[in-house]
Every structure is written in structure tokens, then in C-alpha cells.
């Protein structure tokens, strides 16, 4: 079933565009089973779960993190990942590049967005991404690759539509900027519930995971 699920959603993604497979609560063999299928990029949520599957599965794929991560977490994500895609603080930032400098690694990362500013959720406020990107170009062990944003969970798909045009309009703003250390390369947008209005309004980095794997067993 994995195998012709990312089949049908390769032949569907445009050109250009990275498929970032969600792994969370995902078993090392389903992750395996992805990979063989010619998987090459696994999102993980969580340092604990993605420690795990980088034992069983090893650096044949590129690791990305896809989850809110604690700056006391960053020195063992730096060991896994090659690309943190929610990095909204300068704390965070911080953490990573002296983890990062230890190690003598330039860690490429993503600024996370929170488009639909809500409170409860992470990501810099999109009035505050321009600042903390300034700010986080002077890291020498950081590497900024672009943006991403989550948009609603659930619902109808055209809800996240303005949440997305909104990431978006940042990355064209920093594009233009011409920061040093700053890449404007990707934007990580839409779910598996909403990645074809991602797709729509300029993602060529998706995450999906329902879709892939199938529905989650808790």
C-alpha cells in the first residue's frame, strides 16, 4: 500500500517539488518500506522517535525535522537532522548553531511562520519573520533555506489558502533581501489534507503523512 500510495503522489507532484514523508508514530519498518519505494526525504516530529528510526534506517535518506523543538533538545537534533524546518526564536537558533559549532556543521534550517497567528501554536509572527531572519543570518553554523508554515489541521483545504499566500509574500520579501547565510530555496507548505493549495500558492516542499501511510494507529 505505501509503495503505491508515494507512487501516486510523486507522479502527482510538479517538478521541483520535495516530498518530506511525516513519520510520526510511523514504524521503522513502514519508514523502510517507504524508502525502498525511492522515499528520500523523513520528516520527524519528535528528537526520541527520530533517534530511533535513524538506528534502524540510517543516513540513506535526508532527515528533516518537522516538529516544535526545544532548544535543551537541539545538541542531540543536530547529530540526526540535516534540515530543522521550525527553528522561530533566537533561542532556538542559538542552541542549534553552538550545538552546530561543536560538531564543525553548518545546519540547514527553516524559519517556521505562524500564518494564521494563533496564539496556541508555534512559529515567528509573520510581522516578526524579517527581524528574526536579520538576526539569525549572523550565525555561522546556521543556514537559512527558507520558510515554512503548517495552516489549519483539518477542514477544508481552501481555509489555509490565505495562510499559505501569506508565507509566500515573507519569502518573496526575504528573497529580495539578499541577506548573506540566506537561501530563499524552499517553502515548506500543506499537509496531506491541504498540499495541493500549497502546491497552488507556490510550496515546492510538502509534508504528508495520512496519505502516504495511511490513517495513524494510536
Not at 530543522?84 to 537558533?93: F, G, Q
Not at 515567528?124 to 527558507?146: A, C, H, T
Not at 530555496?185 to 489534507?193: E, P, R, T, V
Request: hydrophobic share 40%; with cysteine.
Amino acid at each position: 500500500m505505501i509503495k503505491e500510495n508515494l507512487k501516486r503522489i510523486l507522479e502527482e507532484l510538479p517538478e521541483g517539488v520535495d516530498l518530506v514523508a511525516a513519520a510520526k508514530t510511523r514504524t521503522p519498518d513502514e519508514v523502510l518500506e517507504a524508502i525502498d519505494a525511492g522515499l528520500r526525504i523523513i520528516g520527524e516530529n519528535y528528537v526520541q522517535e527520530a533517534e530511533k528510526a535513524f538506528e534502524a534506517v540510517g543516513a540513506k535518506v535526508r532527515w528533516h525535522m518537522i516538529g516544535h523543538l526545544q532548544s535543551n533538545k537541539a545538541k542531540k537534533a543536530v547529530k540526526i537532522f540535516d534540515v530543522i524546518e521550525t527553528v522561530d526564536s533566537m533561542k532556538l537558533a542559538r542552541a542549534i548553531d553552538k550545538a552546530c559549532q561543536n560538531m564543525g556543521k553548518v545546519m540547514q534550517v527553516l524559519i517556521e511562520v505562524n500564518s494564521g497567528e494563533e496564539p496556541q501554536k508555534a512559529g515567528v509572527m509573520p510581522e516578526d519573520g524579517i527581524s528574526l531572519v536579520r538576526d539569525m543570518s549572523e550565525l555561522k553554523n546556521i543556514k537559512i533555506m527558507g520558510l515554512m508554515t503548517m495552516g489549519p489541521f483539518a477542514g477544508d483545504p481552501e481555509d489555509a489558502r490565505p495562510y499559505f499566500q501569506k508565507t509566500r509574500k515573507l519569502f518573496e520579501e526575504i528573497k529580495t533581501l539578499n541577506l548573506p547565510g540566506v537561501e530563499m530555496k524552499h517553502l515548506s507548505m500543506g499537509m496531506s489534507n491541504s498540499y495541493r493549495v500549497a502546491l497552488e500558492e507556490g510550496a515546492n516542499m510538502v509534508r504528508i503523512g495520512t496519505r502516504l501511510f495511511g490513517e495513524r494507529v494510536y
